[in-house]
């Protein structure tokens, strides 16, 4: 049985900092690509960042460029968010998810919650004023 299980949210004020952690099992980690999307009350799911299987590939959305950083730990089977100068439009659910993706090294389509088999049930962060 597949499991992703985020950790790491909570309160925090813009300009501050939370790193997220998501723990794979029941899954080969290293055989899938792994991103964070995140989903605020009332919006569609939105894709924030994505790694490649062994993490030389990475894709962020345009508004966490220079502030997100993504990167994974396959001996630990685990994804981190490093999330820097929080914003209150941050603040959202955000869910890790796994996904197998074609036989290039890279992810085609990161952006597409269709390429993701795997969903953790996500972490909440809020970023207060």
């Known amino acids: 049985q597949v499991q992703l299980v985020e950790s790491g949210g909570g309160l925090v004020q813009a300009g501050g900092s939370l790193r997220l952690s998501c723990a794979a099992s029941g899954l080969t980690f290293g055989n899938y690509h792994m991103a964070w999307f995140r989903q605020a009350p009332g919006k569609e799911r939105e894709f924030v960042s994505a790694?490649?299987?062994?993490?030389?590939?990475?894709y962020y959305a345009d508004s966490m460029k220079g502030r997100f950083t993504i990167s994974r730990d396959n001996a630990k089977n685990t994804v981190y968010l490093q999330m820097n100068s929080l914003k209150p439009e941050d603040t959202a659910v955000y869910y890790c998810a796994a996904g197998v993706g074609s036989s290039a090294p890279y992810l085609t389509t990161p952006t597409s919650t269709r390429i993701y088999e795997y969903w953790g049930q996500g972490t909440q962060v809020t970023v207060s004023s």
């Open positions: 790694v490649s299987r062994r993490g030389g590939y990475t």
